[in-house]
């Protein structure tokens, strides 16, 4: 079935550094590609999306890239601020006709500062 | 504010109870989707609604079943409850064709004790 794999936190950096959180996906057609984020204590927010390959997908200075050839959507940011702490979680709908969404397990990041 | 709401946002009961969650969807929303988070299961989907039909359906429980109404607010009903069943449970709705862009209610965290 499909699956989502993440890099494995917890993420510790200090302000303004910057930060790539990997994830990787497989699936059988083509799915969308989402990050989602939750802060302490909250529900999940999608922070970007993708649906095509090569899109790209950008808010409030994160950025991810749908590769196909690669099977990954990772995510960046140049400059992490004390208020990304999160958790990430890297996601897939899947296609099989719900479009349900497949998780990664989710990154911790704190950002220090 | 995703425009879903959830409630309650805690519930404690004991082992073999039974519960139900509520959840409203954003304003137009055909599409509801339940999700569990647990610390060793991560995010996983448990069943997804459109218009008051079951569309698919997750790992869920035999003792869990979930509901739409015609006012397309859905209820997640736990039964004979067991401790491993304590966590986050987090309503999505999404309308339809928008890429799968699920928004998130806060959750409601339940804990069996």
């Known amino acids: ?113 | 504010d995703s425009g879903v709401t959830q409630t309650p946002k805690h519930l404690i009961t004991a082992t073999g109870q039974r519960v139900t969650l509520r959840c409203s969807p954003r304003s137009g929303d055909l599409s509801v989707y339940w999700y569990q988070q647990s610390l060793d299961q991560g995010l996983q989907f448990l069943i997804h609604y459109y218009n008051g039909e079951e569309r698919a359906k997750g790992n869920i429980l035999e003792r869990f079943s979930a509901q739409q109404f015609p006012d397309l607010h859905s209820e997640l009903n736990l039964s004979s409850l067991e401790l491993g069943d304590s966590a986050l449970y987090f309503c999505a709705s999404s309308a339809q064709g928008v890429a799968n862009e699920q928004f998130f209610g806060p959750g409601t965290r339940l804990t069996v004790l």
Not at chain 1, 20 to 27: G, S
Not at chain 1, 37 to 59: H, I, R
């Open chain 1, 1 to 113: 079935g499909n699956s989502v794999t993440q890099m494995e936190g917890p993420v510790t950096l200090s302000e303004e550094a910057f930060l790539t959180i990997n994830c990787t996906y497989t699936a059988t057609g083509y799915p969308s590609l989402f990050w989602y984020v939750q802060y302490p204590g909250e529900g999940l927010q999608l922070l970007l999306k993708a649906t095509k390959a090569d899109d790209k997908g950008s808010n409030k200075g994160f950025e991810a890239t749908y590769r196909k050839e690669t099977t990954s959507f990772h995510l960046e940011k140049g400059s992490v601020q004390v208020s990304d702490s999160a958790v990430y979680f890297c996601a897939l709908s899947d296609q099989g006709g719900s479009e349900k969404l497949v998780f990664g397990k989710g990154t911790k990041l704190t950002v220090n500062p």
